[in-house]
């Protein structure tokens, strides 16, 4: 019984495309066209050279980069050399990644020229005993070798493609916590695996995707997506900056049908110059924050086909999935907009999500009892490296806890109200600044939006809006707070609104509100009225 | 560590389809019309009667039936009753069926009332112990219960849409073996999950799906598309019999996007008085034999997009899949037509398939030195039930031992030359009887056609091709034999031709070369002229 199983992994996808689609073109970056077996055979070239640079069975290996075909060949390369990737956020500064090289204990750093700057501002003795490893022509720090020379220390002697367990692990993320030092989240080889597959179902990936890399591959490893465009024999298209003008040449360079993004992705790319009705449909899958549904609109008019996926770094990126419904289509825009937007339900390869009460117990589904988001399975992390108790927190009652506030819909979609430490908390009732950010999004003078809660000396607190306006658009804060006072209950209505240049940002997008917050509760005798 | 897994089950598949599209058709038959959330309470409820009736963990239950609901509830209700599921072929004799329920020790036996013929006609005693139930309203055998009856000792108490362990079996499929008493194919939770998403991405299902029932169910858990189908939440279309009228009324319908089936089902339904050009393209996924080059051509000029997929009962059906490579569509219809006509490379969730000699070493790939293809991994069987010899012995070498030849092509496709026992070895040379039945049915008169090696005082074996006229079609069995020399090397072509209104065919629609083979050795002297 059983003599036929195979460990699970994500390594049997490059190996398949390199036998199938052997010249068929895997990475397309700038002048650079890599082909599938090539793709294969640098992969080889790197594992090979790690493991002579005395990278062993679950060793850890860091890489800082954009998404370049570096890094995309890090995500077969490291497994390959029996290791576990580690891929760094390129904001973070050399302290961070100090943090994160010690605590992973990664034996190399391989390095983009362009981010070398965060690895000399390390501390003096961070780089002690890691490997530093440049990718590029210019200066290298003292002990640093090329990548060139990384690669000269490998051979082209075939490695096996198979694991021996597949629930080991082959990466670990680090997430950018925005309280507390950054957590290492485990992925597994049958946890990236099964989760590709998720990814191929549901953002209806084939053999002819072309795949723009607007997604940081840090991030969430791109949400298995290094993996799972890989397997389907797809083309990565690679992208050092996410740009508007960049990504509009790019779809028009490339015919992509593919990329994914959170909203402000979405934003940057219907608010470019070059902006313009679609040939063909490009299916966009989003995450990292409710899109609006200004957004969705907005998007769908260009032609892109919108799929929302909900999850977190501990759940290798999407989790959930919202499915549209066979009436969806019938409903009037703004209504299948707000549909849309909600979180959904668990993928194919997903458990159930729940919305709990912190006895474990599910929440009415009334649309409005809030509780905590809940998930468990094949997609959701292994757990913390090394971190027991911070892992035993995260799965106490044998679920995952997101810390995301949510409420089930009479039709099992769970839509999420605000992070558990976003919502606001006025007068004892609980204000979602998702929904308040949501109706000042719907004017059409606003860009982007941020509402946190400051501090009220009758209320506790109350609901303030960060807002950027479009180019050349005119908005009083008088009006939009009217505006959101005809939409939503008025209680939920910001008192005040900012106008701002620029939101703080982090390096995948999502809007720092930890940031806006700390000023107001900092300086609470400085009052900016809007 | 790992502490989140959860075992591979398409149980899953249903729980999720029945929460997220309770109200969606999922089932069609005739005028009925099944949404998900009652295909699971029925589902519940046979898996409650199940229960009632003595099931428990492990336990057979054996179905006759063609394509209708209750089959399909039965692909979940009885591994939701923890009990592996015996789908029996509907055109065994009441001995085989006997022999089947007695080697899996069935504890039921559901059968529609259309194939009570077969089960009254068990030997006397086979039916001790085993609990007969029929769906239908007519007659019925002394002891046994009607399907209403049945499901009438059920509940609607929701039982656990999960297993302990994914690689428990969840169905014994029995081969119909030409030779020797049938084998117990063992099919587990963790395969059929891992093959539905094989079946989900290369026949591109999606949630629009509407999948009419040609390919028996009973067949390979017809190729894992009963779980498939319900996991993206298409629909499905049942039917009783394959016939070219129906099937043509059913795609019209009912807007049927997919279908599988044998190349025999494509020849019924492209030559069909009914057949004309389709609106929108239907995906047809085709194996059991290798489709020839005229019948992908026919239908794709209707406009049917063909799949074509290779494999086994032991495969969980498919297992590879000629995957079209980039510059096919350039090609000239003939030759592209024979490049889809093979067998290709292992699925996404499968490993290699090789072709070795009989030291399991590979065979050059050249296109012309045959081997046997072997096969291993999550989407191979986890062994003959009760029979561990038979199973190490189709294991040796790790590798399950298809019995089928083929060579391997320069590209790294397999193209499959003849099962092992069907080769014909003349003069010393060994003649693919399937290269030569596609050299006769690229002639516009014929229909079908088998070829089978008969005795010859000189060679050994002899090739002679047994034909089926298109209807007013005429052609000689002189013409013919000139038509193959003109096409490949002559000592290939058959030196005697018969004309038949009908081939032996098995249930699912394959040749039986054995019945036709028998016949000419068992009767020497009987020689017929084309």
């Known amino acids: 019984m059983?003599?036929?199983?195979?460990?699970?992994?994500?390594?049997?996808?490059?190996?398949?495309?390199?036998?199938?689609?052997?010249?068929?073109?895997?990475?397309?970056?700038?002048?650079?066209?890599?082909?599938?077996?090539?793709?294969?055979?640098?992969?080889?070239?790197?594992?090979r050279a790690l493991r002579a640079s005395g990278v062993g069975p679950g060793d850890r290996v860091a890489y800082l980069m954009p998404n370049v075909p570096e890094l995309l060949v890090a995500?077969?390369?490291?497994?390959?050399?029996?290791?576990?990737?580690?891929?760094?956020?390129?904001?973070?500064?050399?302290?961070?990644?100090?943090?994160?090289?010690?605590?992973?204990?990664?034996?190399?750093?391989?390095?983009?020229?362009?981010?070398?700057?965060?690895?000399?501002?390390m501390p003096a003795g961070a780089a002690d005993g890691l490997q530093i490893v440049v990718a590029g022509d210019g200066e290298r720090p003292p002990g640093a070798i090329t990548y060139d020379e990384l690669t000269a220390r490998g051979t082209d002697e075939p490695l096996p493609w198979t694991v021996e367990d597949e629930t080991a692990p082959i990466s670990i993320n680090y997430t950018s916590g925005t309280t507390g030092r950054p957590k290492g989240v485990i992925y597994t080889h049958r946890g990236a695996y099964l989760n590709s597959f998720g990814e191929i179902v549901h953002s209806a990936h084939d053999r002819n995707s072309v795949y723009l890399w607007t997604l940081p591959m840090f991030h969430c490893n791109g949400w298995c997506t290094p993996w799972a465009v890989t397997g389907i024999g797809g083309t990565h298209v690679c992208l050092r900056e996410v740009r508007g003008d960049a990504i509009w040449r790019l779809i028009r360079e490339h015919g992509v049908t593919h990329l994914n993004g959170a909203p402000t992705v979405l934003t940057t790319i219907m608010n470019a110059p070059e902006a313009a009705p679609l040939d063909r449909p490009i299916t966009v899958t989003t995450a990292g924050a409710p899109p609006s549904p200004t957004t969705i609109g907005g998007m769908e008019r260009l032609g892109f086909a919108i799929v929302h996926v909900y999850g977190l770094t501990e759940t290798y990126g999407p989790y959930s999935v919202c499915e549209p419904q066979p009436g969806w289509p019938d409903l009037d825009p703004a209504e299948r907009a707000t549909r849309l937007a909600r979180q959904g339900v668990g993928m194919l390869q997903a458990e159930t999500m729940r919305v709990v009460d912190e006895n474990?117990?599910?929440?009415?589904?009334?649309?409005?009892?809030?509780?905590?988001?809940?998930?468990?399975?094949?997609?959701?992390?292994?757990?913390?490296h090394d971190d027991p108790e911070g892992t035993a927190q995260a799965f106490r009652g044998g679920w995952f806890h997101s810390g995301d506030l949510g409420v089930l819909h009479p039709d099992g979609?769970?839509?999420?109200r605000d992070r558990a430490k976003d919502v606001i908390v006025s007068g004892g009732e609980n204000i979602s600044t998702i929904e308040v950010e949501q109706a000042i999004m719907s004017h059409p003078a606003v860009l982007e939006v941020s509402v946190v809660g400051v501090p009220d000396e009758k209320w506790g607190e109350r609901p303030k809006a960060f807002v950027i306006r479009k180019e050349g658009a005119e908005v009083t804060g008088e009006a939009l707070i009217e505006h959101v006072q005809a939409k939503i209950a008025r209680y939920k209505a910001p008192r005040e609104v900012e106008f701002l240049d620029a939101l703080p940002k982090t390096s995948t997008g999502k809007i720092q509100k930890f940031a806006l917050r700390e000023r107001e509760w900092t300086h609470k005798d400085t009052r900016i009225q809007g």
Chains 1, 2 share one sequence.
């Not at 009415?364 to 009892?369: L, S």
């Not at 979609?413 to 999420?416: F, I, K, N």
């Open 75 to 121: 995500h077969f390369a490291v497994p390959l050399a029996e290791g576990v990737l580690v891929a760094i956020n390129t904001r973070l500064s050399g302290e961070e990644i100090a943090y994160i090289c010690a605590h992973s204990a990664a034996r190399l750093l391989v390095v983009d020229e362009a981010l070398l700057g965060s690895v000399t501002a």
């Open 360 to 384: 474990m117990n599910d929440v009415p589904a009334d649309g409005a009892t809030m509780g905590e988001i809940v998930m468990r399975g094949n997609n959701v992390m292994a757990g913390y």
């Open 2 to 47: 059983n003599v036929s199983h195979t460990a699970l992994t994500p390594l049997a996808f490059l190996e398949r495309s390199a036998r199938v689609w052997p010249d068929k073109t895997a990475i397309v970056h700038g002048d650079t066209r890599v082909g599938y077996a090539e793709f294969a055979a640098r992969t080889t070239r790197v594992a």
């Open 413 to 416: 979609y769970v839509e999420l």
